[in-house]
């Protein structure tokens, strides 16, 4: 197998990668369903989180699991169970649109999530392990790049599919309601025909999706990294990133139709949200660059600290920012804002990915295993954030991930005073 920073092409890598992208496309998929299902079912920005929750609910109860899996079965037919369930997701979704259900609708992003958190644990260290390892920030923040690819087409597709007709072109009745939900069946089952497609891809390249000395750790507990302090913290500054990112671009569509912000439809809102995930795509590839020369811990002490300013603007819509560019101008720089934030939050997940796996003392698969968990910030974070919404409105619900880049500036600069794999277990 050729090494990724040898400069020869590596197909292992490249083949994992393919992965990111995938998991990314799913992902943002679901922002376009929150205004949707909030519409069609009469929903409070609250209630209509619960398909944000309900998909990042699923890394909290299966990503442990996820780590026995791994370690029992190897890289490569984890892989494949994981793209499985993730096309028997899709599949349900059109079951949920025809009984008109919502509470149906939230299980099949259960499912679908499910199947994503398997992969993640699984792709996220194989990406980090297919090369040398000084190389480790860069070969994953590259194949987030890819990850971010996906959330950036995602919304444009999803928008042109949801977020047009239907309910979203007159009064909400019987019929426009009925028309918005086959629009929803419409998009998942075109993603469960591709992730069909990406399953036979898989098996096709199976012999590419392994590491030497990959079963090394196979009778270890999936609940070792639960002994390390550093582990922990990772797995914390991964719950409040998940769970920023998920809260902003699930109230961008609702917060950038307000007439007071950008004044757009809630379609042209859609196409915005994804300049959001294109920041985070943009920022990857350049900072999978940066991080060849650049401390990772200092570049995300750098992005932490942007974000949290960005958010700052937004909470000020009404206030500091109207002062200084003037009531005209004060809604479209906070909608300006909240977008940006989307590039600072780049390297962020890669970066604390692979910072506590080079400083945890514990077996890969299962710190692996309890990074993926934390993602269920993506569940929590956006329904406080929602909460937040109802009762003190859009803008000021930005407090929210303000203060969880606060955290990730702490994890940041004590990143600097770690050095990799000398932690003892706590005790």
Not at 111 to 119: P, T, Y
């Amino acid at each position: 197998m050729s090494d990724s920073n040898d400069g020869r092409f590596n197909p292992s890598f490249a083949t994992v990668t393919t992965l990111f992208f995938m998991w990314g496309f799913v992902t943002a998929s679901i922002d376009p369903l929150v205004p949707s299902v909030r519409a069609v079912f009469s929903l409070s920005y609250a209630e209509s989180m619960l398909t944000e929750f309900a998909f990042f609910l699923a890394y909290g109860v299966v990503s442990i699991p996820s780590a026995l899996v791994l370690e029992k079965m190897g890289y490569a037919r984890t892989i494949l169970i994981s793209l499985v369930a993730m096309t028997a997701g899709c599949l349900l979704m059109p079951v949920a649109t025809h009984a008109s259900a919502y509470w149906l609708v939230l299980i099949a992003l259960f499912v679908i999530a499910a199947g994503i958190a398997l992969l993640q644990v699984a792709a996220n260290p194989l990406a980090a392990q297919l090369g040398r390892p000084e190389g480790s920030h860069f070969r994953l923040t590259l194949s987030q790049t890819f990850n971010s690819l996906g959330t950036v087409i995602a919304p444009i597709i999803g928008s042109y599919l949801i977020l047009r007709g239907g309910v979203f072109a007159g009064a909400a009745n019987a019929v426009s309601r009925g028309a918005t939900l086959r629009n929803v069946d419409t998009q998942f089952f075109i993603i469960a025909v591709v992730m069909l497609l990406l399953v036979l891809l898989m098996w096709r390249l199976r012999r590419l999706l392994h590491v030497p000395h990959e079963m090394d750790d196979a009778k270890a507990s999936p609940f070792a990294a639960f002994a390390s302090r550093w582990a922990l913290f990772g797995g914390l500054a991964i719950f409040l990133y998940v769970g920023s990112e998920v809260s902003i671009g699930s109230i961008m569509i609702n917060f950038l139709h307000q007439p007071a912000i950008m004044n757009v439809s809630y379609a042209e809102a859609g196409q915005l949200l994804s300049l959001y995930w294109g920041g985070a795509m943009v920022g990857r590839a350049l900072g999978s660059v940066v991080l060849i020369r650049v401390p990772a811990n200092r570049v995300l002490a750098a992005s932490a600290v942007v974000a949290l300013l960005l958010c700052l603007v937004v909470t000020q819509e009404g206030g500091l920012v109207m002062l200084t560019f003037g009531s005209g101008n004060a809604g479209r720089i906070a909608g300006i804002a909240a977008i940006a934030v989307g590039f600072f939050n780049s390297i962020m997940f890669p970066t604390i990915f692979s910072l506590t796996l080079e400083r945890a003392n514990a077996p890969t698969a299962s710190t692996s295993g309890l990074l993926c968990t934390s993602i269920v910030g993506g569940a929590i974070l956006p329904v406080i954030t929602g909460y937040a919404a109802d009762h003190i409105g859009l803008a000021s619900a930005f407090f929210v991930p303000l203060m969880s880049y606060a955290c990730i500036l702490f994890f940041a600069l004590a990143g600097a005073h770690r050095s990799a794999v000398v932690e003892a277990p706590a005790i």
